[in-house]
């Protein structure tokens, strides 16, 4: 046996360390397993500039293009970055860590790779989150509308990429000039991505009615 082993006080400082690892990650397990319980989530809006970049987290591709809306993400970290045809994400990644009934926002530069930079971009493997929830791209005509859904702002404007959860949803659009949109929709994992667009709600004041002249 060496030296270290038979110092019975090196010796319990090993053993403590061990512990208090064990101890850590045991925590770190039972935190996990209280939130998925106790249905501890946040929102997560991962925003571009240009938009239309794919989203990564944890270094798995989503099919989620910005700006994007996450709804109900688990409480816990995670490492954000995007995806551009031609593009380098600035910064490359974002490490974020979602709070319960928060919303946490991280938005990205994209920059044009210019010739002769071989900088390697972040690291993507692995296939497509499967996601219990539903995409929806939501339009607005004209563009531009301010987002809120389930009565939280978004932050983000028409167009928009949003994951919603399986259930029923209030959607609201709001332009600059004051107008508004209303439409709720039912998110259900079976039915394939919706795309909606939505307009300024209108209403027309019906003619007075006419009324016959007796002579």
Do not use: C
Request: proline share 8%; charged share 20%; net charge positive.
């Amino acid at each position: 046996m060496s030296n270290a082993i038979k110092d019975p006080a090196r010796r319990r400082r090993v053993v403590l360390g061990l512990l208090l690892s064990s101890i850590a990650m045991g925590l770190a397990v039972l935190w996990g397993i209280w939130a998925v319980l106790h249905n501890q989530s946040g929102v997560l809006i991962v925003t571009s500039r240009p938009t239309g970049a794919e989203v990564i987290l944890n270094r798995r591709p989503t099919d989620l293009l910005t700006n994007a809306f996450l709804s109900d993400v688990p409480a816990d970290s995670f490492i954000v970055s995007v995806r551009m045809d031609g593009y380098r994400p600035v910064p490359p990644t974002q490490g974020v860590t979602i709070q319960p009934n928060e919303t946490t926002r991280v938005t990205f530069l994209l920059a044009p790779i210019q010739r002769g930079d071989t900088r390697k971009l972040p690291q993507v493997s692995g296939t497509p989150h499967s996601w219990s929830w539903r995409i929806v791209k939501i339009n607005s005509d004209p563009a531009g509308a301010s987002l809120v859904v389930d009565d939280k702002e978004l932050s983000v404007a028409t167009p928009a990429t949003i994951l919603f959860e399986q259930g029923l949803h209030h959607l609201q659009a709001r332009w600059p000039d004051g107008t508004r949109s209303f439409k709720n929709i039912l998110i259900d994992p079976s039915n394939s991505q919706l795309d909606i667009t939505l307009r300024p709600a209108t209403y027309e004041r019906p003619a007075p009615a006419r009324r016959d002249t007796v002579r």
